[in-house]
């Protein structure tokens, strides 16, 4: 066949073949990048063959990442690690942590578990029709933290692993090769130190678990606002996919709605002082939790014959029954169609009633987080004073902050 007579390569071809030749340069940049850059590494092989492989549709980790570690064990170290805090304490310590990797500009390797104290674990009997006097807990005394939090949707905003990935295994088996360039368990170093020291930026993984201190501790300035890089709002936003679907479906049925957040339980313990005279951290909580005092204090807020949505720790049958008299009452025991098949513990069903009530058109919490909060109780949310209860009108303030 003359020259004059081949045929030309088609257009496809030629795009197949310049891709090749992209490819191609790519891979023979990045390992000689590795073998001889700064990323030069002695498991080399082993980790892009990891990276290469990884599932799409995951965020892709990169050879360069570095990781903070904290333990196996929300709060730990720290006093609370012989059982567990409630997840107030073990959210601000995952914040604390959080915001720790963040500011290193490291990955942070989270938990695969979360600890359940089992007086945190009791399952809802609001509405319930019988009157027995005993409580039926879920079982178990843990939960997988994937079971509670979307990870992809939190390495959006901070790069996240959990510590029985594929993925830790690899790091931590890598550092062991690294010697003192792998691995720095560090106690009482700032977190300014731990970024601007060179001993400390180059590590591939900084051990925070050397602290005898639990993890909310270290942030236990907190009440410096200029200094939290994650708002109150967001662990609670990033629940699991399921848990956050739950939820829409529940606020779908509900409409148009208002809701309140009643803590009373754990937070009504008392005790005697020395002459025998009972005293409470908070003490106005039990009255301003009662309902007459709730209708009282959410009335100018929220309109006569709205819907009101109740999430509360309180376990006693028909104790919020008088707020019939004003609203309409929903609790999460009337949407068991949606949640019995999905919830297997109380830490689930808190997150689900949590975007419930944060969705509502109005909303009362129990204490105030910010300024601008609606609360039930004037009560501070931290209270190192054991005082007398009140239960009288007479103290309370007639307008709603």
Same mark, same amino acid.
């Not at 310049?18 to 002695?42: E, Q």
């Not at 975007?355 to 058109?361: F, I």
């Given at each position: ?27 023979? *940049? *990045? ?134 990935? $594929? ?27 731990? $970024? ?7 590590? *591939? ?7 005898? =201190? ?33 939820? %829409? ?66 376990? #006693? ?8 008299? #004003?609203?309409? =009452? ?30 509502? $058109? ?8 910010? %300024? ?14 054991? %005082? ?8 309370? $303030?007639?307008?709603?902050?």
């Amino acid at each position: 066949m003359s020259k004059a007579q081949r045929p030309k390569p088609t257009s496809g071809t030629q795009r197949l073949v310049l891709l090749c030749i992209v490819v191609f340069a790519f891979l023979l *940049l *990045l390992t000689s990048v590795i073998s001889t850059g700064k990323l030069g590494l002695p498991y080399q092989q082993t980790l892009i063959d990891y990276f290469v492989r990884s599932p799409l549709g995951k965020r892709q980790h990169t050879l360069s990442e570095k990781y903070l570690y904290w333990g196996n064990r929300i709060d730990c170290p720290g006093k609370n690690c012989e059982t567990c805090a409630g997840l107030g304490h073990q959210e601000s310590s995952l914040r604390c942590a959080l915001e720790e990797a963040m500011f290193l500009n490291r990955t942070f390797v989270m938990p695969s578990g979360m600890c359940i104290n089992p007086i945190h674990n009791k399952k809802g009997i609001l509405n319930r029709s019988d009157n027995k006097s005993t409580e039926e807990g879920w079982g178990g005394s843990s939960c997988a933290m994937d079971s509670l939090y979307d990870i992809d949707l939190i390495s959006e905003k901070i790069p996240v692993i959990l510590d029985d990935s $594929k993925t830790w295994h690899i790091v931590l088996s890598t550092s062991m090769k690294l010697g003192d360039r792998g691995i720095a368990h560090v106690h009482g170093v700032s977190r300014h130190e731990l $970024k601007d020291n060179s001993h400390y930026s180059s590590l *591939l993984i900084i051990n925070r678990t050397a602290s005898p =201190l639990a993890w909310f501790v270290e942030c236990k300035d907190r009440s410096n606002r200029s200094n939290v890089m994650l708002p109150y709002s967001f662990l609670p936003t990033m629940a699991a996919a399921n848990l956050r679907n739950a939820a %829409e479906k529940i606020k779908a049925e509900l409409g148009d709605y208002d809701a309140i957040h009643v803590r009373r339980g754990d937070k009504l313990k008392t005790r005697k002082d020395r002459f025998g005279v009972e005293r409470i951290q908070f003490p106005h909580l039990d009255r301003d939790t009662r309902p007459e005092f709730i209708l009282h204090r959410i009335e100018k807020r929220i309109p006569k014959g709205r819907t009101l949505f109740i999430g509360s720790n309180e376990r #006693r049958p028909g104790f919020f029954s008088p707020l019939a008299v #004003r609203y309409k =009452l929903a609790y999460s025991s009337n949407f068991s169609e949606i949640l019995d098949p999905l919830i297997k513990n109380n830490y689930q069903l808190f997150m689900v009633e949590r975007l419930v009530m944060m969705g509502a $058109k109005t909303f009362f919490k129990t204490f105030r987080e910010y %300024e601008t909060d609606l609360t039930l109780t004037d009560d501070p949310k931290k209270n190192k004073n054991w %005082e007398i209860p009140v239960y009288t009108m007479d103290e309370r $303030k007639e307008e709603v902050s």
